[in-house]
């Protein structure tokens, strides 16, 4: 009879010491999902990010481009004001010294 409680007491204590283990790897299973999910929570926002920056660049070249092909415009009419104007005509400085 006493070798029946004794195994009976081994065996609770080796199922409180299984789900003791049990639970210990349950945790760790949740703290690395925790983990998991911010990384990937991250690497999310990050892309987005990287998405908004992009389109913001996109947008900057294009304004870019954009302002670029206004001050040729721009260039060219003052050039041809300035042609046009007598008050901006070239002379011949040394001819006039001597």
């Known amino acids: 009879h006493?070798?029946?409680i004794r195994s009976s007491k081994v065996e609770r204590a080796h199922s409180a010491m299984?789900?003791?283990?049990?639970d210990a790897v349950?945790?760790?299973?949740?703290?690395?999902?925790?983990?998991k999910t911010r990384l990937i929570n991250q690497v999310l926002e990050l892309q987005h990010t990287?998405?908004?920056?992009?389109?913001?660049?996109?947008?900057?070249?294009e304004e870019n481009l954009k302002l670029k092909s206004e001050?040729?415009?721009?260039?060219?009419?003052?050039?041809?004001?300035m042609s046009a104007s007598s008050v901006f005509q070239t002379t011949d400085t040394k001819s006039k010294r001597k």
């Open 2 to 4: 006493r070798s029946g």
């Open 18 to 22: 299984m789900n003791a283990d049990m």
């Open 26 to 35: 349950e945790a760790e299973n949740q703290v690395e999902l925790e983990e």
């Open 50 to 61: 990287l998405e908004d920056l992009s389109a913001r660049v996109d947008a900057v070249k």
């Open 71 to 81: 001050n040729q415009v721009l260039g060219q009419y003052i050039e041809n004001l």
